[in-house]
């Protein structure tokens, strides 16, 4: 009688070479996977940037206030009344309007997609959050200042050639600089408003505070000037705002406001604002879930 006989064991040559050529091979792509970097990141926000419908009304209501206003009071004056002014002035009319299209731009670029959830898929796909809002921060920089020097510059070419005659005095480039030092100011209000943006989250919100943060601070510093004891904390409001600091920047100083701070001074201040809302803006966006 004989017991019951043990299963054959595999041999181990053929048929670990059999089991390894069966196993699926890695997927490769032929396609170049090259690594990420801000370039990439810039790249997918200037395409985002200029293919939005926002873009074209802010920046587009921008140029129609700066350069049409700008144009319709340079037909409105004289070449004598640029004997003190200078051949930049005509267009700080429109820009103190036309900043609101700057800062609106500002919170849309970031603010739009949280609301339509096309952030999820921003960081899906670029999961790094500081080089994303980096990218929106240089792409947003570099296209509002070039939008408002340039409307900047064709209201100032177009004075000095209608009234840069003998009767308008001397004019050099010093005030081209200073006009330039007022498109680098509005330029970081609509910084600060992407900052404000990222933060809230909120479109209607953030273009809230920033309207907020221009408009009120010459009805609330008029206001409490009338106050004998608040007096001195409306003269420093009424003498450090934004409007105050953009017609300073651009040579015309405003006698209500007395000894107004000079425009280092007031570029300064709103680059000090404005980093330490770009700061707090990458905390939360780094920090806080989508």
């Keep these: 009688m004989t017991g019951p006989k043990s299963p054959a064991r595999p041999t181990t040559g053929t048929s670990a070479a059999s089991s390894s050529d069966n196993r699926p091979k890695s997927y490769s792509s032929p396609l170049e996977t090259p690594r990420p970097h801000l370039g990439h990141a810039v790249a997918s926000e200037w395409t985002k940037m200029i293919s939005v419908r926002s873009t074209v009304w802010t920046l587009g209501s921008l140029v129609l206030l700066v350069v049409g206003i700008g144009v319709l009071a340079v037909a409105e004056t004289r070449a004598t009344d640029f004997q003190e002014v200078p051949l930049t002035a005509p267009?700080?009319?429109?820009?103190?309007?036309?900043?609101?299209?700057?800062m609106v731009l500002g919170v849309l670029t970031?603010?739009?997609?949280?609301?339509?959830?096309?952030?999820?898929?921003?960081?899906?796909?670029?999961?790094?959050?500081?080089?994303?809002?980096?990218?929106?921060?240089?792409?947003?920089?570099?296209?509002?200042?070039?939008?408002?020097?340039?409307?900047?510059?064709?209201?100032?070419?177009?004075?000095?050639i209608l009234r840069g005659g003998a009767?308008?005095?001397?004019?050099?480039?010093?005030?081209?600089?200073?006009?330039?030092?007022?498109?680098?100011?509005?330029?970081l209000l609509g910084v600060l408003a992407l900052a404000v943006g990222a933060m809230l989250r909120h479109s209607a919100g953030a273009i809230a505070v920033m309207l907020g943060l221009v408009t009120l601070p010459p009805v609330v510093g008029g206001m409490l000037s009338m106050w004998e004891t608040l007096a001195p904390l409306g003269s420093v409001i009424l003498r450090y705002n934004a409007p105050v600091a953009v017609m300073g920047l651009f040579g015309l100083p405003n006698a209500d406001t007395g000894n107004a701070p000079g425009s280092a001074l007031q570029l300064l201040l709103i680059a000090l604002v404005t980093g330490a809302a770009v700061a707090g803006s990458y905390a939360v966006v780094g920090r806080r879930d989508v």
């Design 167 to 187: 009767g308008a005095g001397a004019h050099g480039g010093g005030e081209w600089a200073r006009a330039l030092a007022g498109c680098v100011y509005v330029t």
């Design 110 to 160: 970031i603010s739009s997609e949280y609301g339509t959830g096309m952030i999820r898929t921003t960081f899906t796909a670029a999961p790094d959050r500081a080089r994303v809002l980096t990218a929106k921060y240089l792409v947003f920089a570099g296209v509002a200042f070039a939008a408002v020097a340039g409307s900047v510059a064709a209201v100032g070419l177009a004075s000095a």
């Design 91 to 102: 267009a700080l009319f429109g820009l103190l309007v036309g900043q609101i299209s700057v």
